[in-house]
């Protein structure tokens, strides 16, 4: 009902009117009318709107009384409205107005200004920044402060600061709360700047400021803000050394937040070097900072090249009790400055909860201000030569023991290029750490950071970009770990080798091994993850949808982007649609894949088109024809009907394969009974074979392909090997004999399989445990679906049938089994029964 008459409102409004505003009825009785173009104040909306949104029009002049018709307006949104001129009483009749934003106009708060505040008498929120342009901004301006004097309800202002700002002993009787000052052109900052400010400021912007100039700068500007609790100077081009001296007046009281980020000055290329000064902090620079109680303090991207001993985290700093929060990113100090003061301060650290030390840029190389000979001596830490991995003749490593602040929760130190290779940190008591980002992380060595067992309760870890190398074979248990990040990490290296070093992780929710060179992910690695619901696997080199996937119940997202995918087989759509549930969809991203758009795989094309789940914001997806030629899914789905007709013609193919096949077989039998020499026998069915092959595309670069365990070996090379090139002449490709070191095992083994006609699985009890099993069964499901693959043989050595792995045994319906028993390995039988399958296909 509330619904209908709303309709009815925005309808009428619609159909009566010139404009097209949105007038929405809800808790605030509203009008949209941002971005129309309109050249004037419509006239024409209901009487009673509390909320008026003409923001990005092209008003130009506001004239008398435009507003009078809405005195119930309480905010007014005039930004970017292209604003020149206000009349003496453009803005009559306004006297509920609380919020109005003018900024991004072309106003004069002298002149224009003093016509709208005069107006707007209960104003809380006030935002006239961004007015006029920088060149403009130069001179004195006169702050109309009689008229802001009549504000006595505005708390925020949002205001421009011009070269030389006036601002009158008006200003005394505000009660602001907030002041920022935008568009900052202020040449100099003296004792008296902002003298007539009310004492009630709790929050200074005065960022962005980048004309002051050094011999301008006196220490007491900031003095007439004795409350104020928010201060931020970011961007304010007068170098940290500047921002930390306007603290003065702030000596022995608080802060909730400092914000001294990005105070570097724009490189001065008339000098000769284009290098920014760099900061070395001193116990004089920090000498005010010392003494206030900060909650939040961010120092970012101030290039501070060291700490010298006794100036930052030292005991001299009162309040470190006080500090949350800290923010030392993109300076240029390794960690070990600042290491070697927390050694002693880091339990007064007792509420540090958020430490981030990310994006040094610049690798650390001089240990000119390094206390390190001075500590040394003291024996606060010992060289560490035992450590194979890492002991660098060159660079002896040194461990740092740095016990961590007692209530730390949050780590980030991504994208660090400094130190590490000089220090090792030890961090002890490690287990209020719930949150760590270390990912880029530029290590030689791991872990640069110890992480305590028994103290581990990680919830989150980022690895990106670290070889996993490094450390996969001394990962820590994390048993509280549900995010896991390891993008572009090498994991194919933890995968080859067979260390599943997320054995490690058994709780995690979330796991990301996006660019990881995968060919092929093991259940093994997967299947202990009972908790799992996102995965990513992006950009790997995968074939198909991981069958590992399958043991995970509750997963609800998957992202395969950016593989190698062909086709998702009926057995995984089925699966997605399980894992929905009566709230959740399941997310599944495939795109960045070349899809297969041949008969064979049409029925994923359909699913495509009609399936619940939830898929890529794009629906289309990449795909190839049966002939070679590159479309999308959208165009295939659209011409549907006509593209599969062709199908018929492969189904040709396929039965004149048949025929060939069928005849041979016939045949067989009579040539046998004449005892016709095998060979011969081979040789006209090789011929036929070639001539249907050809018919088809394919061409082969082996025959057969085999695959067995450590325990098949004798036998293979004994026995079958012999059989198959010298009685049999077929060309074989053997994993130790025809793969060559030095390129990627996942890439021989595709290739070897996707060009071999058949292949033999040699299964004996151990067959499993070789590296590379389930990927080889995973290449023979492909192969197969592909139809390159012919013929799949298992050959059961020393094992039951019943006793195959399961891996194996999902590609049953497809294979030949030929038991050979135990004692007798040259069975005449069994061997003739594989020849038989082998060179024909059935
Ligand atoms: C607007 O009002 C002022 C006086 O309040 C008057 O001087 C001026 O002429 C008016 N402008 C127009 C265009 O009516
Ligand atoms: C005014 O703006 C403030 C801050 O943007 C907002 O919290 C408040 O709800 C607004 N008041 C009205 C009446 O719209
Ligand atoms: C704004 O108005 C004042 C007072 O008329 C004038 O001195 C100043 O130059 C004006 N500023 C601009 C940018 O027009
Ligand atoms: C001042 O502005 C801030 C940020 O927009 C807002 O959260 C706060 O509510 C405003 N204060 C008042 C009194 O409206
Ligand atoms: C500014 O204030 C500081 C601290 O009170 C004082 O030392 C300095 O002399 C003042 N500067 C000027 C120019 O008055
Ligand atoms: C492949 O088949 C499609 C549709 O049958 C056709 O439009 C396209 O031209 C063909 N491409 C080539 C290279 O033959
Ligand atoms: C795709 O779905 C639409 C609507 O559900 C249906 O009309 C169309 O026939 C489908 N196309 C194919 C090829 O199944």
């Known amino acids: 009902m509330k619904f209908s008459s709303l309709l009815l409102v925005a309808f009428l409004l619609h159909s009566g009117t010139t404009h097209d505003c949105v007038i929405i009825n809800g808790s605030h009785f509203r009008a949209d009318c941002h971005n129309l ?51 003496p009483e453009g803005f009559d009749d306004l006297d509920n107005l609380v919020n109005v934003s003018l900024a991004g106009n072309e106003l004069n708060i002298s002149t224009d200004g003093l016509f709208v505040l005069k107006s707007i008498r209960n104003i809380i929120n006030l935002d006239f920044s961004s007015n006029t342009d920088s ?38 009787y505000l009660k602001l709360h907030s002041i920022q000052f935008k568009r900052c052109s202020i040449k100099a900052l003296r004792n008296n700047t902002f003298v007539y400010f009310p004492d009630s400021v709790i929050e200074l912007h005065l960022t962005e400021c980048k004309l002051i100039e050094d011999k301008n700068i006196e220490i007491n500007l900031l003095y007439p803000f004795p409350q104020l609790s ?51 902090l001193t116990t004089e620079k920090t000498q005010y900072l010392k003494t206030i109680c900060v909650k939040t303090l961010a120092l970012a991207d101030n290039n501070i090249v060291d700490i010298l001993p006794h100036s930052f985290f030292d005991s001299d700093w009162k309040h470190l009790d006080c500090l949350e929060h800290i923010d030392l990113s993109g ?17 007064k650290l007792s509420n540090l909860k958020i430490f981030d030390f990310s994006y040094i840029p610049l690798r650390y190389k001089s240990a000119n201000y390094l206390p390190v000979t001075k500590d040394l001596k003291a024996n606060q830490f010992r060289f560490k030569h035992e450590d194979e991995s890492c002991s660098d003749a060159a660079h002896s490593i040194l461990t740092l023991n740095v016990p961590l602040p007692p209530r730390l929760e949050f780590v980030r130190i991504t994208r660090v290029l400094g130190a590490p290779p000089l220090i090792k940190l030890n961090l002890q008591n490690t287990a209020s750490v719930r949150y760590l980002d270390m990912s880029y992380y530029d290590v030689k060595c791991f872990p640069v950071i ?40 090498h994991f194919y290296r933890a995968v080859e080798n067979n260390i599943n070093l997320l054995l490690n992780a058994p709780n995690l929710t979330k796991l990301d091994l996006s660019s990881n060179s995968l060919f ?223 390129k990627s095992n996942y890439e021989q083994i595709a290739h070897a399989i996707s060009s071999s006609r058949h292949i033999i699985f040699v299964v004996t009890s151990d067959f499993m445990s070789k590296p ?32 195959i792995p399961t891996d194996l045994r999902s590609i049953w319906s497809d294979v030949s089994v030929i038991e050979l028993s135990d004692n007798n390995r040259d069975d005449q039988l069994s061997l003739e029964n594989l020849r038989t399958r082998l060179l024909l296909n059935f």
């Open 135 to 172: 060149s403009v901004k130069t001179g004195y301006l006169f702050y109309p402060d009689t008229a802001f004097q009549q504000l006595t309800k505005l708390r925020n202002l949002s205001i421009d600061l011009y070269e030389h700002p006036v601002f009158g002993p008006g200003f005394r």
């Open 37 to 87: 173009n309109l050249t004037d104040i419509p006239q024409d909306l209901p009487k009673d709107i509390e909320f008026l949104d003409l923001s990005e029009n092209n008003l130009g002049v506001i004239v008398n009384k435009s507003f009078a018709r809405y005195s119930h307006l309480k905010t007014l949104e005039l930004q970017y409205s292209k604003i020149h001129t206000v009349q």
């Open 331 to 347: 300076n240029r100090f390794g960690f070990s400055s600042l290491g070697f003061q927390m050694r002693k301060t880091s339990p």
């Open 520 to 742: 092929t992910i093991p259940s093994s690695f997967l299947k202990h993850l009972k908790s799992l619901a996102t995965l990513r696997l992006s950009h790997n080199y995968l074939n198909n949808v991981p069958s590992a996937i399958e043991d995970l119940r509750n997963l609800r997202s998957l992202d395969l982007t950016g593989n190698r995918i062909f086709t998702v087989f009926p057995n995984f759509t089925s699966w997605f649609h399980s894992q929905r549930t009566i709230n959740t969809t399941f997310h599944l991203q495939i795109l960045g894949n070349d899809f297969s758009c041949s008969c064979e795989h049409q029925g994923f094309i359909r699913w495509l088109n009609t399936t619940k789940i939830t898929l890529d914001k794009v629906k289309s997806y990449k795909c190839r024809l049966a002939n070679g030629s590159s479309t999308t899914t959208q165009v295939v789905l659209h011409n549907f009907h006509s593209l599969f007709t062709n199908c018929y013609a492969t189904t040709w193919l396929y039965i004149g394969i048949s025929i060939v096949i069928s005849a041979f077989i016939i045949i067989l039998p009579t040539a046998v009974i004449f005892n016709f020499r095998w060979r011969i026998l081979f040789f006209l069915y090789r011929k036929f074979r070639k001539i249907v092959e050809s018919n088809m595309n394919l061409s082969y670069e082996y025959d057969v392909f085999v695959s067995y365990g450590y325990n098949g070996y004798t036998w293979v090379q004994g026995t079958l090997i012999d059989k198959l090139e010298t009685d049999w002449r077929l060309n074989v490709c053997l994993e130790d004999r025809n793969f060559i070191g030095g």
């Open 772 to 803: 590379f099993a389930a990927y080889e069964i995973d290449q023979a499901k492909e192969a197969k679906s592909c139809r390159t693959l012919q013929k799949v043989i298992l050959v059961a050595l020393d094992i039951c049938i019943q006793d």
């Open 450 to 489: 110890f992480i305590n067992e028994t103290e581990n309760n990680l919830e989150y870890l980022d690895l990106s970009g670290i070889d996993c190398e490094l450390y996969y074979k001394n990962i820590p248990f994390f048993r509280a770990l549900k995010t896991l990040i390891m993008r572009g990490s």
């Open 230 to 280: 928010i201060l931020s100077l970011s961007g304010t081009s007068i170098y940290l050394t500047k921002g930390l001296e306007l603290l003065y007046p702030f000596r022995n009281k608080s802060l909730e937040i400092l914000d001294l980020s990005h105070m570097v000055k724009p490189p001065n290329y008339d000098k000769q070097s284009s290098i920014p000064d760099a900061i070395i």
